[in-house]
């Protein structure tokens, strides 16, 4: 089982099937990094040593790069899930700073794959499901082209939907010449998180459609390098031990999803990571799974 550390409920984009749990929990609420580091020391020292950072976007988190630093230190094999918008200037919204430049290099040093969604061969198709209003494509492949430049370990992740599925050729041929990636994941739309339940008539796809992609994008890859990654839902039952912003570590209900429940409503909280006395049930959990 894989142990995924909501660090921020914010993001660059809002999107329409987000399957981020962190925008429904307690909305301005974010663990301290001293909460998430007590508990992760801990936890290394009880046999788990690979964790996903993710949000939101963590790279909205002001003291991202020492939160990194310090989860490295214990010895973590750390991936970590961006926009990755802050690696080529600082992101101002409206006049404000929202987040200042990201060094791409340290970035690089810290994560060990570093895992940025494209859902689509052109910005019309990404917004279908991330609304965008601006170049995503040239954006990802500047952030790509920087991560390059240090080596960094890049993995892209496609979530396959009702909007995409008839893209597959194109995409497989963007991927292909988008610079060195080294893993491809495909996630079958799921249900998840709030908008991700609440938008799901817009995305979702059989089990066959899924598969049928997946074929195309077979048929149309033309690169060894690249890792591919085919997720259906029902790989990932009991796949994952979340922690989102309110300290609670649970698990996702994926076999409801079948039968159309919003599956964060109806999760297995193990316990809260604020409270010191779940951490052992919650690394047992991790470790036997
Ligand atoms: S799916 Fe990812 S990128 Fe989109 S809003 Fe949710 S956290 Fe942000």
Redesign the pocket.
Known sequence: MHLNVFVSNA?????K????Y??EEKPNCILSSNKILDFLKYAHDKGINKVTI????PLIRNDIIELLESIKSYGYSISL?T?GTPLIGDVIVNGKMICKKIDPQKLATLVDMIGI?IDGSTNEIINKF?PISYNYIKSVKLICKELNKFNAHICINTVVHKGNLKDAKELATLITNIGNIDKWQFFQFAPL?K?GFLNRKMFEISTEKFNEFRDNILNNIDNDRIKLNFKKSTNRIKSYMLIDNSGNAWIPAFENIKNQYDESRNRLIIGNITNHDDWDKICEYVTNN
């Not at 993001?11 to 999107?15: D, G, L, P, Q």
């Not at 099937?17 to 981020?20: A, K, P, V």
């Open positions: 993001c660059f984009i809002y999107c099937g987000c399957y981020s962190s925008r993710c949000g939101g976007d899930d926009i969604p991330r998180g908008f």
